[in-house]
């Protein structure tokens, strides 16, 4: 009986050891190609955003197929949007269509991903693939979300579409913040009008319009010169340290085809 009370207690101990044993960590980093794919059908979401992290951290190639596979599956949004930034970190063209498909997504978070990792396709400047993505933001401008619309803002800003400055400007209209930014990267003279006009009025965002007229002054391709002499007369007006501080760096640029320009804004700061 003695022997058996015995037994029974060391098997006990030995099962209470078992299950407070803690599960093994999984090392992501020296997975194996099969055993991180493996882990894309895990029922924990956790290890799945995990597998997804380590798929991007690598940027294998071989891994866009599977990784296209599993997200048109479906997966909570939580999971869709790491594959999503996945794909765009690993930057294969291959994935072009499936982040089209997920612009066009019901969730603004998912679509506003998708847009991400589109900029970041390795495609070639002015390839056939790279005006796809410009005609993609383009339609994005007109996404019910405004974060979408913003984005898509900031995107065509950013890559200097010029022929997104007239729906830009519509944007701008509807008091969109990132429409601001992305005209004085590509606008000419209907947003130089367009920013002289709002400047007038008291309940306008001045300080983000004066910094847009600031980035308009510095290029290079922006003008004609009597343009820049107004928008240069415009801003001596205000008294604001946005003002000063953009003719202070205009005055002081590179830019000596405008000479004009520049010796006024150095001549109302001298004042």
């Known amino acids: 009986m003695k022997y058996l009370i015995l037994l029974i207690t060391l098997s006990i101990l030995s099962l209470s050891s078992v299950s407070s044993a803690k599960p093994a960590k999984i090392r992501w980093k020296t997975l194996a190609k099969s055993d991180l794919l493996k882990f894309l059908h895990n029922k924990d979401v956790n290890k799945v955003v995990k597998a997804v992290k380590e798929i991007s951290r690598r940027k294998d190639t071989s891994l866009i197929q599977p990784l296209m596979q599993q997200l048109l599956l479906g997966h909570p949004p939580v999971i869709s949007r790491e594959m999503l930034i996945a794909l765009g970190n690993i930057g294969d063209t291959k994935a072009f269509d499936t982040l089209i498909?997920?612009?066009?997504?019901?969730?603004?978070?998912?679509?506003?991903?998708?847009?991400?990792?589109?900029?970041?396709?390795?495609?070639?400047?002015?390839?056939?693939?790279?005006?796809?993505?410009?005609?993609?933001?383009?339609?994005?401008?007109?996404?019910?979300?405004?974060?979408?619309?913003?984005?898509?803002?900031?995107?065509?800003?950013?890559?200097?579409?010029k022929r997104a400055e007239e729906s830009l400007l519509k944007l701008f209209k509807m008091k969109s913040e990132a429409a601001i930014d992305a005209l004085g990267f590509i606008g000419g003279i209907h947003t130089a009008k367009a920013f002289a006009l709002r400047l007038e009025d008291d309940k306008a965002q001045k300080g983000k319009i004066i910094n847009s007229i600031g980035t308009l002054l510095l290029r290079r391709d922006f003008g004609p010169e009597p343009v820049r002499v107004q928008l240069v007369k415009i801003l001596g007006r205000i008294n604001l340290p946005a003002a000063q501080t953009v003719l202070l760096k205009y005055s002081g640029s590179g830019l000596t085809k405008f000479n004009r320009s520049r010796k006024l804004a150095y001549k109302i700061l001298s004042k």
């Open 101 to 161: 498909f997920y612009s066009k997504h019901r969730d603004e978070d998912i679509r506003i991903t998708a847009l991400d990792s589109l900029i970041k396709l390795k495609v070639k400047p002015d390839s056939k693939l790279d005006k796809k993505i410009d005609k993609v933001l383009l339609q994005a401008l007109r996404d019910y979300s405004v974060p979408v619309r913003a984005k898509a803002a900031w995107y065509l800003g950013k890559r200097k579409v």
